[in-house]
């Protein structure tokens, strides 16, 4: 079975910097499909950012951005000028192309220190 | 217009009791899932369905039994409640391949 490690259970970040949140995966395919998902305290799990690992160019979404090292099986989640709003718990997740299963990371407690 | 809806939000019951958490969706999807999530927020697949056939069954007591009435439809049935059982429990769903899933709300189950 795939693997996905966070290695950062925690992190911190002052408001309107940068965070990089890292997130490494074991896998033998070649098709596959990495995400990012967003846990505020209200426990709801939103999609931040989706990467189709054929693509080379890294995938954004606004203030959000990965870097896609598929050699290294690296996904790194990037977030620019954060927010209050960004706190949360972040989870990387992988899919292959033709299955049914995600596998997800262990988790990475984002705090936005105003 | 909620994409996955699950009820309850909340239940708090006794040990030995049998409960059931519903799940909806509404986005067409072939896909239907349950996971656990515990205290340290780590999600744990149980089960997965596409289109009302049983595809990920994951090692879970047999006291959890889900069932799938038509593919917009994937309930969870729990006998004989534990303290171990309670943890958040969430709904999600995708299309068949490569798409990613979206999630209900959960449902916060408390054992006493």
């Known amino acids: 079975a795939q693997t996905v490690t966070q290695s950062q259970p925690e992190m911190s970040v002052q408001e309107a910097e940068t965070v990089t949140l890292s997130c490494t995966y074991d896998?033998?395919?070649?098709?596959?499909?990495l995400f990012w998902y967003k846990q505020p305290p209200s426990r709801q799990m939103i999609l931040v950012i989706r990467q189709e690992a054929y693509k080379q160019q890294n995938a954004t979404e606004n203030r959000f951005s990965v870097n896609f090292q598929k050699a290294a099986k690296s996904f790194s989640l990037k977030i620019s000028d954060s927010q209050l709003g960004d706190a949360a718990m972040y989870f990387c997740?992988?899919?292959?192309?033709?299955?049914?299963?995600?596998?997800f990371g262990t988790g990475t407690s984002l705090t936005v220190i105003p | 217009d909620t994409a996955v809806s699950q009820t309850p939000k909340y239940l708090v019951t006794q040990m030995g009791n049998d409960k059931s958490i519903k799940c909806e969706q509404n986005?067409?999807?072939?896909?239907m899932y349950w996971y656990k999530q515990d205290s340290k927020k780590f999600l744990k697949i149980m089960f997965s369905y596409n289109n009302k056939e049983l595809i990920i069954n994951e090692t879970v007591p047999n006291r959890f039994s889900p069932k799938s009435p038509d593919k917009a439809h994937l309930n969870l049935h729990i006998n004989s409640l534990e303290l171990g059982d309670s943890a958040v429990y969430f709904c999600a769903s995708s299309r068949r391949q490569g798409y990613e899933q979206y999630f209900g709300p959960g449902t916060r189950l408390t054992v006493t």
């Open positions: 997740a992988y899919r292959s192309a033709g299955g049914n299963q995600f596998y």
């Open positions: 896998t033998s395919e070649s098709d596959y499909y």
């Open positions: 986005l067409g999807h072939d896909t």
